[in-house]
């Protein structure tokens, strides 16, 4: 016969509709070997499948098969009411058998070739060898007993599998007594075997906040792995580059580990919780530990563009825009002090951020202010300070000859300004906008 599919199809065809079952199944089990595709020969395969497991067809085959053993030709005169009560047992917990397995999964969709071939030959093998050799001890054993012991020679293993397939999926399913165990043994993780230390941050060595997994696999709190790729664009552990996640700035939290803490750490979670509100409250504080960048004179209202590149002035910009101020404080160096008596608050309005970490921070100046107490917080100076406020004139005398000086300042401002090279001017124009308009009060405290 050539090797081709369909002719053992026609022919298992042919078989199946003459009542030879078993032969045409062999013969569509062949076709499917030649090519495993063939959808007409798995249909077939599927619905003789089903005919012939299904529990009236089983019991009865298995009846027959009881019927035909050598033991009960042999001995016909020991078997008696004892044979026929034995396969009615024998089909019971063959139904109760197949029923089960059907709770667990019904059999829909093309069964797997080798199982079933498997399955339906060891049935029968069971049924002929093995089928009535508990019959001889029936006497001492009871109905329940009985039946327990043809249940088990029956079942393909202890725990039943049912293998099914979905699609091109296949999956396997264990019996009911193992699902539970499995429930019960996943569902709850003793307390003893909880260790706090597992969820620490290596870096900070507190529990993880906010945690995130690097490319390389590591998990650190997001805070502390920002603060490190500041200095060097690598994994603080294993010191692989991560020059790539750096520049994507995508820091996105590790939600599985923050489940897992919430659920088995809750209180450990509260408190670190705490913890972080009270360090932002802290940084967010515009009077006192007021975050200072020592770089250039800054004025209210003036644009102050700067680029950020230290990793302290990065740590400070990043501060200032979780905690929502969005304002630090800007001097000019001082040999002694360290930095000038006053200062310039500046307000952000954009920060862009380089592939490699570097910014770019668009400010503008605020309110001025004078320093109090000087102090020192992660590499960056911080300071204690107080906003000044113009002395306000209540004479009607003094304040006409303080609008009269004034408009005197604004109009050599002006002419100074008209009178400079067409580069200067434009220059000044980029950096600064157009000359402001003239104030009409001029008491308004910036």
């Given amino acids: 016969m050539p090797n081709w599919p369909e002719v053992y199809f026609r022919k298992g065809k042919v078989l199946h ?8 199944l062999q013969l569509f089990l062949q076709c499917l070997a030649l090519d495993e595709d063939f959808l007409p020969a798995k249909l077939e395969v599927e619905r003789t499948l089903c005919d012939v497991l299904s529990p009236e067809n089983l019991g009865e085959s298995l009846k027959e098969s009881a019927w035909n053993s050598p033991h009960v030709r042999n001995k016909p005169f020991i078997l008696g009411s004892e044979v026929t009560e034995s396969c009615c047992n024998l089909q019971l917990c063959t139904e109760q058998s197949l029923g089960e397995s059907a709770i667990l999964q019904p059999v829909s969709g093309s069964l797997n070739r080798a199982q079933s071939a498997h399955a339906l030959n060891s049935t029968k093998d069971l049924a002929k060898e093995d089928g009535l050799k508990r019959v001889s001890s029936e006497p001492l054993l009871s109905g329940q007993e009985k039946g327990a012991l043809l249940k088990r020679k029956l079942s393909f293993s202890e725990q039943d599998t049912v293998v099914f397939e979905d699609g091109r999926n296949k999956h396997k399913k264990q019996g009911e007594n193992t699902k539970r165990d499995t429930t019960l043994a996943y569902g709850t993780i003793p307390g003893n075997l909880i260790d706090v230390s597992d969820f620490e941050c290596s870096l900070c060595m507190r529990l993880f906040f906010e945690p995130v997994t690097t490319p390389c696999g590591h998990t650190f709190c997001k805070g502390c792995l920002e603060r490190c790729l500041d200095h060097a ?37 509260y ?37 950020v590149f230290e990793p302290r002035y990065r740590l400070m910009i990043r501060r200032s825009m979780e905690t929502g101020t969005k304002q ?25 951020f380089l592939p490699d970490g570097r910014s770019v921070v668009d400010t503008v100046g605020g309110k001025r202010f004078r320093v109090l107490r000087r102090g020192m ?70």
Wanted: hydrophobic fraction near 35%.
């Fill in 271 to 307: 408190e670190r919780k705490r913890i972080h509100a009270e360090e932002t409250a802290e940084h967010s504080n515009l009077t006192k530990n007021v975050p200072m960048f020592v770089c250039t004179m800054a004025y209210p209202t003036v644009p102050c563009p700067l680029h």
């Fill in 17 to 24: 509709d003459s009542g030879f079952v078993g032969d045409a």
């Fill in 328 to 352: 630090f404080g800007m001097c000019i160096s001082d040999s002694q002090n360290g930095f000038a008596d006053y200062g310039c608050m500046l307000q952000i309005r954009n920060v862009h």
């Fill in 233 to 269: 664009p690598q994994c603080p552990l294993c010191k692989e580059s991560l020059k790539e996640y750096l520049a994507s700035r995508r820091y996105s939290i590790t939600e599985l580990l923050e489940e897992l803490i919430m659920k088995y750490l809750s209180d450990e979670l």
């Fill in 377 to 446: 917080k992660d590499g960056y100076c911080t300071a204690d300070i107080e906003y000044l406020e113009d002395v306000k004139v209540a004479d009607e005398e003094e304040l006409k000859k303080l609008r009269e000086l004034h408009n005197f300042v604004y109009n050599q401002a002006c002419s100074w300004f008209q009178n400079l090279r067409n580069k200067f001017r434009t220059q000044i124009l980029q950096h600064f906008g157009p000359m402001p308009d003239r104030e009409e009060n001029i008491q308004v405290t910036l």
